[in-house]
């Protein structure tokens, strides 16, 4: 149990702009973590290793990607007992994202909306805060660095970009996640589509190939994909990530429908909605992507994640690791360790 109940804070953060909340924090962790006062919000990590992709968890619930897009906070994140971490998503190049206010809470949903668009520092800064973690991973957690494109980049050089980022992060990463599943970056969804997919995914593979005899070590490659799909899609996705040599699929991103928050304030603002009201929709898809790719086949879920009983229902749909991210910011660390004994064993 953290020190200071997140009960405690919460009415605190949610008084403020949530990306205002959202960087307080932020920096909050950066600033104090390793050092005593992680006590604040660290807890005990719930021990129960399983081996996914060829990785050994230390227990099956992560961080998704977008909290910690610089990857500033992995050690102090780490703390509050996920298994592992994924931060990110990184461009080549830094880059401001969209214009501000572009992060609105939902709370009578338990959703928040964003159209935050890739804001990062790009690789290099990126690079240097992965590489300053250690607390976090000497104790075992695993950290997955996620990839995409710059907004400025036309999707027909997306691979470029994609590229560049492999190169980079690959001896930093346990493994790495593909983002084609992003709203918030002007057609990126379009490379969901088969041909698309196919011919960056096959590029990937082949440069993932040439990194693994460089560095002399294999690092898994995930790819993240959208709610907003429909079987067959999900199925023509479920064969290309097959015949690319893709180890996993992360679903599922945010999404663009808006049926579940009709009516409510800041409803109709344009970007990605998370929390409760993409739970059906993502195990909708994972348990479509489990049936087109059989057991075996690594699946991390993510999407409405609230409670231990709602990781326990990703894990029923077909998934094999849960992240969460939404709902970290209405539960507090308590949710990390009520999932990760939700999902034990």
Known sequence: MSLVPYALTRPFLFGLDPEQAHELTLNSIARLQNTPAQCLWSQPRVSAPVTVAGLRFQNRIGLAAGLDKNGRCIDGLGAMGFGFIEVGTVTPKGQPGNPKPRMFRIPQKEALINRLGFNNEGLASFLANVQQARTFRAGGGLVGLNIGKNAATPIENAVDDYLICLDGVYPHADYV??????????????????????ALLSRLQERRQALQRQHG?????????????????????????????????????????????????????????????????????????????????????????????????????????????????????????????????
């Open 177 to 198: 996640t593909v983002n084609i599943s992003s709203p918030n970056t002007k057609n990126l969804r379009a490379l969901q589509s088969d041909e698309a997919l196919d």
């Open 217 to 345: 070590r294999t690092v898994p490659m995930f790819v993240k994909i959208a709610p907003d799909l429909d079987e067959a899609q999900v199925k023509v996705i479920a064969a290309t990530l097959r015949a690319n040599g893709i180890d996993g699929v992360i679903a599922t991103n945010t999404t663009l429908a808006r049926d579940a928050v009709q009516g409510l304030p800041h409803a109709q603002e344009t970007g990605g909605l998370s929390g409760r009201p993409v739970f059906e929709a993502s195990n909708r898809v994972i348990a479509q992507l489990r049936a087109a790719l059989g057991s075996g086949y690594p699946i991390i879920g993510v999407g409405g994640v609230l409670s231990g009983a709602d990781a326990q229902a990703k894990l029923r749909a077909g998934a094999d690791l849960v992240q969460i991210y939404t709902g970290l910011i209405y539960r507090g660390p308590a949710l990390v360790r009520e999932a990760a004994q939700a999902t034990a064993g």
